[in-house]
């Protein structure tokens, strides 16, 4: 009976630990704040930094270290945009001397490359770009913080179905029993590593793709080069396997397909941003070189907010970035469609999340959680019509105002036939009629 009451509090958890990622969309079970993953990060980086730089493991190559500095510069200059709060980040970037094919970005921004990545794969800048914008990206979607929450609902699962076990076993010993109570306790430490430890889901893998490849080309670095990065992994690891079945990472040749499919829209950024890369000059130095780097140790490379060059700009958080999505383009456009016809109860669900997006006039996020849902319905419809116009697309909103009118003449796709969904005191049809006059 114990047992069963354990498992059914951590499926509770798992149910309550939930939350939307702003920037992805996607649900993810965070059961940690992403202040509490950034602090966490940063111990463990200081310790792992500090352990290399006593066998001498890290880079001392000028020429090395100021390259990664440029890059990753440019790519934190268009990460803050996305997610303003980042730029209070204390970002640090170490060149590791390792035969290890890898790089990656912890919460808060606390980066490395090593330096066999540089040096069996080659990289050029617009190449490199894409790893390091890759990792960024897994930090500004909150992925140490998702894989932490992970660690830490697993060992809470089998530390306390253990402890339940072994006190409804009166032959236990004590000392056993001491143990499992100990485990249950060290979670939250164990869950520290988990960055290193685990590796990120296929989906996080996907999504940091995605994001990364968009924020090289902000930055001014060819989508191209997303694709031929892992022409060149592939050489470099031998993995050219297709399938990716039990996998937590997409199979290389899977992933240059993906990154294939985003090449126009990708492009389109690149061209308009590259010409100002031409002579880059950063306005604000996230990334300082090793000569500036003092109170961090003379190895270290750090991104900080200080800088010789300019204060910090000033970000308005209600100008957020958005990453593309193909679907909010054709949002934009007028052209997307709700295609669910059975996701009523998925709706009712949100149904108060959307009301409150609507009353806030959040209307970004009020279109991105409607197309998320995709049901097919007048209300639908008629909220996604609204954003537009909220968002100054005319043209659009009327294309969603006339759907919503037609829906309302069809007994299962009118709210006010619905047994649970309402229409919020709306008169759809109505609103939909002045609308397109």
């Not at 990545?117 to 140490?144: C, F, R, W, Y």
Request: proline share 3%; hydrophobic share 40%; aromatic share 8%.
């Amino acid at each position: 009976m114990k047992i069963i009451i354990t498992i059914g509090l951590v499926l509770t958890s798992l149910l309550t630990g939930c939350a939307t990622n702003p920037m992805t969309g996607r649900s993810q079970l965070i059961l940690v704040s992403e202040a509490a993953a950034i602090n966490k990060s940063s111990s463990l980086y200081e310790s792992m930094i500090n352990g290399y730089g006593k066998e001498s493991k890290i880079s001392s190559d000028p020429a090395v270290n100021e390259r990664v500095q440029k890059i990753t510069n440019r790519l934190v200059e268009q990460a803050v945009l996305y997610k303003p709060n980042s730029q209070k980040w204390q970002w640090q970037v170490n060149v590791i001397e390792s035969e290890e094919v890898n790089a990656f970005c912890m919460a808060g921004g606390k980066m490395a490359v090593y330096t066999g990545l540089l040096n069996k794969v080659q990289p050029t800048d617009d190449e490199l770009a894409q790893v390091m914008g890759h990792e960024i990206s897994h930090a500004l979607a909150n992925h140490t913080t998702e894989k932490m929450s992970v660690q830490i609902l697993t060992q809470i699962a089998v530390g306390a179905v253990t402890v339940a076990a072994a006190a409804s076993d009166r032959s236990a010993y004590q000392s056993q029993r001491n143990y499992n109570t100990q485990a249950v306790q060290n979670t939250a430490v164990l869950a520290g590593a988990a960055f290193v430890t685990l590796p990120n889901s296929r989906g996080a893998e996907t999504e940091a793709d995605k994001l990364g490849i968009e924020l090289a080309a902000q930055a001014g670095y060819n989508p191209e080069a997303a694709v031929s990065l892992w022409h060149k992994m592939m050489e470099a690891t031998g993995n050219k396997v297709k399938g990716d079945f039990m996998s937590t990472h997409p199979s290389p040749p899977n992933r240059i397909d993906a990154l294939t499919a985003l090449q126009e829209p990708m492009k389109k950024i690149y061209d308009v941003k590259a010409p100002l890369y031409a002579n880059y000059k950063p306005t604000f130095q996230y990334v300082k070189t090793a000569s500036e780097s003092s109170g961090f140790g003379s190895n270290v490379r750090v991104v900080s907010e200080g800088s010789s060059l300019a204060p910090a700009p000033v970000l308005d958080e209600s100008k957020t970035m958005a990453f593309y999505s193909a679907d909010y383009e054709s949002f934009k456009a007028g052209t997307f469609e709700f295609n669910c016809k059975t996701c009523s109860l998925k709706f009712y669900m949100n149904q108060v999340e959307l009301r409150r997006l609507h009353d806030t006039r959040d209307w970004r996020g009020l279109a991105q959680k409607l197309i998320k849902i995709g049901y097919q319905f007048d209300l639908s419809y008629y909220y996604l019509a609204t954003a537009a116009k909220g968002l100054g697309q005319i043209d659009s909103s009327k294309i969603y105002f006339k759907k919503a009118k037609e829906l309302t003449e069809s007994d299962d796709t009118n709210c006010k036939k619905a047994k649970m969904i309402k229409c919020e005191g709306v008169d759809i049809a109505a609103v939909s009629d002045l609308a397109l006059k």
